[in-house]
Nanobody, 122 residues
Framework: QVQLVESGGGLVQAGGSLRLSCVTS????????MGWFRQVPGKEREFIGT????????SYASSVKGRFTISRDNANNTVSLQMNSLKPEDTAVYSC???????????????WGQGTQVTVSS
């Protein structure tokens, strides 16, 4: 059974930082590209970034580029999202996902975590 479990969300003031982690099990982690997405109730899911299978390539949405960094640890089946200079508009539920290709398209991701809430106060 494939599981993706996010952690690290919470409440932070604008300008602050958070680090999200996603621990996976039940899949051969190193064979999957990993992505991070976020969603606000009533809005479409938004692509945040993706990292290739071996971690040598990353891609980010323009809204977070330069502030957010994705990394992965294939030895521990974990992907992380470091979020700096947070803004109130970053408030959302953040989810990690696994895909056989590194893409911005959410439909390409076969496995998803439940998500973790990030709230940024002004």
């Amino acid at each position: 059974q494939v599981q993706l479990v996010e952690s690290g969300g919470g409440l932070v003031q604008a300008g602050g930082s958070l680090r999200l982690s996603c621990v996976t099990s039940g899949l051969t982690f190193s064979t999957y590209a990993m992505g991070w997405f976020r969603q606000v109730p009533g809005k479409e899911r938004e692509f945040i970034g993706t990292i290739s299978r071996n971690g040598d390539t990353t891609s980010y949405a323009s809204s977070v580029k330069g502030r957010f960094t994705i990394s992965r640890d294939n030895a521990n089946n974990t992907v992380s999202l470091q979020m700096n200079s947070l803004k109130p508009e970053d408030t959302a539920v953040y989810s990690c996902a696994a895909s056989t290709v590194a893409t911005r398209r959410s439909y390409a991701y076969a496995y998803w975590g439940q998500g973790t809430q990030v709230t940024v106060s002004s």
